[in-house]
């Protein structure tokens, strides 16, 4: 299913407001128009712009090419800025837009990667995103990246991505397949024993005591993984 219907569906089921994905990767210009229409229509206002991983050459086959009408998400953003003037929307009708990143890229330590990236930020707040939603981080260097990111200029809040690991394998087909950057430490922790739901739900902890205050959670397809957060911010405000 596309995940317009998908976040459709969870908001009509639930009552609870949702937010679909659009992907340069996946999408011409005249499909991202099509979905855009419908959802207005449906008065579905929130969406994440992502540049989306390159199929490999072997997926182009099996599954779909790249599309890349767009040629990355700052214009994807910039994009739907300009279809919401040609469709007419006024001030309350247009779309909540969120963009990705990635805080790992800390890790490398390599400057030109890391202004790399703040340059794309900042191309992506100035194309008219509204947050910043990371990709998982699991430790609190995300909060070092954010404060560079400040000092760049970015202002629009950030919605800091946690993601349960099931153990060390797979932590690294979590790394090969997303390149995203896992602590060598932190995969050493959970290597004999799956207990990667629990350093998640402490590290969801430690960020709100640090003044974060949107997190997106990663269920894993365990919705109760979600509930167990939430309990635990709850219980410790009320602490």
Do not use: W
């Amino acid at each position: 299913m596309t995940p317009l219907h998908v976040a459709l569906r969870v908001r009509d089921l639930t009552g609870v407001e949702t937010l679909f994905h659009l992907t340069p990767r996946d999408y011409n210009k005249n499909a991202v128009a099509g979905m855009l229409l419908a959802a207005a229509q449906s008065k579905l206002h929130n969406l994440l712009v992502i540049g989306g991983d390159r199929y490999t050459y072997d997926e182009t086959i099996t599954i779909a090419k790249n599309v890349y009408d767009f040629p990355n998400s700052i214009e994807m953003i910039s994009g739907i800025r300009a279809f919401e003037d040609e469709f007419g929307l006024v001030s309350s009708e247009k779309f909540f837009v969120a963009a990705g990143t990635d805080p790992s890229i800390l890790y490398s330590r390599n400057k030109t990667t890391i202004e790399k990236e703040m340059s794309r930020l900042v191309g992506r707040q100035d194309a008219g995103a509204d947050a910043i939603q990371t990709q998982p981080v699991f430790d609190l260097s995300c909060l070092e990246f954010i404060d560079l990111a400040r000092e760049h200029g970015i202002k629009i809040p950030f919605m800091i991505g946690l993601l349960p690991l099931k153990g060390e394998a797979d932590a690294n087909h979590i790394e090969k397949r997303f390149a995203i950057t896992i602590p060598s430490n932190y995969k050493v922790s959970i290597r004999h024993r799956l207990d990667g739901e629990s350093k998640a739900c402490d590290l969801a902890l430690e960020l709100i005591r640090k003044g974060v205050t949107c997190l997106h959670i990663y269920p894993r397809e365990n919705p109760n993984f979600v509930l167990r957060v939430a309990h635990a911010i709850m219980s410790s405000k009320a602490d």
